[in-house]
């Protein structure tokens, strides 16, 4: 089991200072990367993970402008971060900015190795449109049967 499932209520304080579920930080280590994210939050990767994704990414050709654009988005929008001894790290505040996170903040595990950090009433307004069943039949549609 990877660790990085569940979802937690945190908060962000004033400096960007953000508590890390512990059962997080013992999959992830005392540092890890932290990225913008696709809709509008930020992902969570293991160094090793990161470091893969980066070597996927530099086997992409630049010539493609929406290449360079990712590579951008992602290289520009990650940072990486060390667990003081309360168990927070420092959000910069570029990620901040990009995810509009405000005080009340949820990290929610992705099931495949990766985490997220979301405003806590983006989050809240993203579930609202989930239809399980809609994603389910497509899952099934894959080839992957729940």
């Known amino acids: 089991m990877t660790g990085l499932i569940g979802e937690y209520n945190r908060t962000i304080d004033a400096k960007g200072r953000m508590s890390v579920p512990s059962k997080f ?7 890890f990367v932290i990225s913008r994210g696709l809709d509008g939050c930020l ?12 070597e996927k990414m530099s086997k992409l050709n630049a010539a493609d402008r929406t290449v360079r654009e990712l590579k951008r988005f992602f290289g520009a929008g990650a ?4 667990v003081d001894d309360h168990g927070r790290i420092l959000v910069p505040a570029n990620l901040i900015k990009h995810a509009g996170l405000t005080k009340d903040v949820t990290i929610v595990g992705t099931a495949d190795g990766r985490a997220e950090v979301w405003d806590t009433a983006r989050w809240n307004a993203c579930n609202e449109d989930i239809n399980p069943e809609e994603a389910a039949q497509s899952l099934f549609e894959k080839g992957i049967v729940l």
């Open 25 to 31: 930080t013992a999959v992830l280590g005392d540092s």
């Open 43 to 54: 992902v969570i990767y293991t160094i090793e993970d990161w470091e893969e994704f980066n």
């Open 79 to 82: 940072a990486q971060v060390d």
